[in-house]
């Protein structure tokens, strides 16, 4: 059993696509007591404290100690901490088993979904959460340029890529939405860029871009991503696993699957997905 725990609607983002509507005005902050009574309900194997954006959760210091035995914990940042709070950061990391970062391009496409001039260099961030932390890199499919972007920053720091599915919610109604089958296309070939095998077999490309050939210091860096790196179940429906998700909302309503935001405040896996 996962569940999804929306701390604050509150980020310094203001996402095109949130489907959360979280924003730098927005104040909302969901109350301890709701917390640990839905952790004691459904006694999740796996929490994943998400917003908004969670580390501006004015009670964080006080709800970490509290559940940290109550489950594998996973951090889901939007990758735009303000300055104070990354630099008392390392006792708040070492209690998550994996930290989730939100990006989407490495150059100024990221500004375009997050419409907020990151406050410091993403390329810092990762390297500091990566060397405190198991960190995956978060990213809604957009286009094609993610083909290049992600296993860009993927091969050259060291971490893997989660490919999630952009679900038209919140304010992703107000975009154009990819076709699932574009969205699929696009994900698998982000993936596939990153296959070790295949990668002695290409000639030099973006992800070589610094060397002549593949060097098997490369093909050692590709091996240990391309394991990590996977597909939201959301985008390959035979292995989804709605039923074992729940989802606690920022205004302390328990739905399913985070798919299900919008629709139904009942756990009807199929209906979330059908829709």
Known sequence: MELTIELTNKCLNNC?????????????FLPLDRIYDVIDEIKPEKIILSGGEPLLYPFLNELLPNIANKGKLVLDSCGNIPRGILENLDDKIKLFSEVYLSIF?????NELITRNNISFSLIFLIWYLRNRANVWINTPVFNENQIIDIPSLCFNFGVPVHILKLLNRGRARNIPILPLEKQRRIAIAIVDQLDPVRARQR???FLCHHVAEVLPEDIEILSSIHDRCKISHSLMQSE????????LLVNGTLIGCVAGKGITNEFDSRRICDL
């Open 105 to 109: 391009f490495l150059d100024d496409g």
């Open 16 to 28: 095109i696509h949130c489907s959360s509507d979280a924003g730098e005005r927005c104040a909302r």
């Open 203 to 205: 000639p030099p490309s």
């Open 240 to 247: 989804c696993r709605a039923m074992q998700k729940r989802t």
